[in-house]
């Protein structure tokens, strides 16, 4: 297999030098023909009253020992080739040809060619949101989830929530949540990429003036005050807007403060801002 090549369910995709396995197979079949043999004997003899009960008890099982050890070495010879369980693409190989590999060793990548899924980590005030014992129809249908990828700025495709973590993360105290999604016939989105998941403002608690943005675009005045530079889309020049600092989630922070969904606010050099000053949006890297 090479990466990028086309595959169909079933398609052997890599192998293992199966001579060892197959010689074990085969052990193990001419022990099972044999007991096979001696238990049909004993049964005829059983029949003419030739041998005891016991001694065709202990044939039967003899026989059905043999024959589950055949099916072991015969599932050992099966699994010396590595079969795809869906159609797609090989995204990475992971081994070189003839390497020695472990058992359970990682040995490619393969990717599907239908919906692709996002890892995500949902802050605690969105979970308490969004009320106890809902569904995840329900929680879909509050949060009306959709994906943006970073390649793809200003474009969503709309997801689902199809896991929810019922524990939160020891450390970052957020929760996981795993969202499913369709990428888009007009460009190609491949595993790996990053993105990020937008949900129903109200869940972020717009509805109270309350945000969370990236910790670094909230600075601190000489006396102790929170601030952020709020952008006017126009000019492009900034604004000074006092807020609230709130918890944080990772590497972002609630903010309260007069601001409205939609605002563009600065997020770099902060500190050396000043009002009025003009700035400029980051060159997008491809």
């Known amino acids: 297999m090479v990466e990028g090549q086309r595959v ?5 995709l890599a192998r293992v030098d199966p001579r060892d ?4 197979r085969n052990a193990d079949l001419a022990s099972r023909n044999e007991k096979r043999a001696n238990y049909e004997r004993l049964q005829d003899l059983y029949a003419a009253d030739a ?9 039967r099982r003899e026989y059905e020992v043999a024959t589950a050890r055949l099916a072991i070495s015969q599932k050992a010879v099966d699994d010396t ?9 090989v995204a ?10 472990r058992a359970k060793q990682a040995i490619l990548l393969l990717q599907g060619g239908g919906g692709l899924e996002m890892k995500v980590n949902i802050p605690e005030r969105d979970v308490v949101f969004g009320g106890r014992g809902r569904t995840l129809d329900q929680l879909n249908a509050l949060a009306n989830p959709e994906v943006e990828i970073a390649a793809l700025p200003g474009r969503r495709f709309p997801a689902r929530i199809t896991e929810f973590a019922a524990a939160a993360d020891p ?5 996981r949540a795993t969202v499913a999604f369709a990428p888009p016939d007009d460009a190609q989105v491949l595993p790996g990429m990053t993105g990020k998941v937008v949900t129903n403002p109200a869940l972020a608690g717009a ?14 005045a000489d006396d102790g005050a929170w601030y952020v530079w709020r952008v006017d889309q126009a000019t492009m020049r900034v604004q000074r807007v006092p807020v609230e600092a709130g918890p944080m989630s990772g590497t972002e922070v609630e903010i309260t403060g007069a601001l409205e969904i939609g605002d563009l606010i600065a997020t770099s050099g902060v500190q050396q801002l000043r009002e009025g000053v003009s700035v400029s949006r980051a060159q997008e890297r491809g």
């Open 21 to 24: 396995y197959e010689a074990n």
């Open 8 to 12: 169909r369910a079933g398609q052997v």
């Open 81 to 89: 080739r590595l079969r795809a369980l869906f159609s797609g693409v």
């Open 171 to 175: 450390v970052t105290r957020t929760f």
């Open 207 to 220: 509805e109270a003036n309350r945000f969370w943005v990236p910790s670094a675009a909230v600075a601190v």
């Open 51 to 59: 041998v005891s009960l016991q001694d065709l008890d202990v044939a």
């Open 92 to 101: 990475r190989t992971l081994v070189e040809e003839f390497e020695n590999v």
